[in-house]
């Protein structure tokens, strides 16, 4: 298996995470015989430090060249102050919508050994599974007309789909559920939105294909409460871009941290992989990130670019068993440390391929 593989780690703890996780994948490389190669490019803060924005051309050529694209984290506050596509952030949408993929898949789930992680009772989230699905391309994030305009003290976005940016991501959640539990939330808010409603009618469309997959609709703000009250009721969900940046946020709550939680976008000429967490800026360069969310995406990047599902399985396998070993990065102590060893991300990063190198071997003797 060959796979070249951009690397733009980013600001803050992304460069740390994005390491263990390259690590991790190196192992596997090594392993399994497989030639993956790495490039590594600025992105977000660090480049518009180097180069003046937060997107440089080499870093996008070299994007759009590779099979996949690993990226550890944008933004610091220093960059605040800038206008929304002079930020790291804006860097972050504008390759996103280069590469092209629309379909953003944040899975979120509960790990046993977390559960007392969890602000939630460990009888609510227990066993809590989720796949969204958040639509990336769309919505008020890349809608026109937007303008802040201060002589007139008036700002505003467009949350707009068409039919057809709706139905490619509904359909990718329908084929998702029905590889799952084959369940099908889509969340909107047809109540008061046009644009919603536009959501709804074509989600319904695609559904009739897929006579399989039971679909429901709720809206996005009772989602907010049905999400934390009985996260074990849902499957995969499907949602428009800023409903899914907000839901997946939230739903960080059911695992107990942001930092475990990965994601991959599918569906355009690159895949883009990325922890959901942020650059963290309060605790960079102090060893005390959790590479785990950055190992859980690299799994993603075997799983969806590679083709490697058994090799996937492991590196999640083996961050259940350092976890169930009570090993822990800081952000994963809460309360009673009684038991817990907490590493730093370096020492969490070798404790996961150590787990991996076994995991590997028990499966192919
Ligand atoms: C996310 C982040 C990004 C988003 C920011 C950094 C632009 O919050 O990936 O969820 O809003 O999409
Ligand atoms: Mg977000």
Redesign the pocket.
Known sequence: MKLRIAVTAGDGIGPEVTGEAVAVLKDIAAQGGHDFSFVEKRMGGVAIVHDGMPLPKDTLDAALASDAVLLGA??GNEFNSLPPDKR??GG??ALRAALGGFANLRPCFSFKELTANSPLRPEIVEGADILFVRE?LGGA?FGKPREWNREKGIGYNTMVYTRDEVTRVARIAFQLAQKRRKKLTSVDKANVLEVSGLWRAAVNEVGKEFPDVALEHQYIDAMAMHIMNRPRDFDVVVTE?LFG?IL??ESGVITGSLGMLP?ATIGGKVNLY?P?H?SAPDIAGKGLANPLGAILTAALILRYSAGLEAEAAAVEAAVRKVLEQGFRTPDLVRGNAQGLTVLSTKEMGAKVREAVASELLAASS
């Open positions: 944008v933004g790291p952030e972050l949408l990336l994030y871009n940046d997946t946020d994601s990325e959901v942020g």
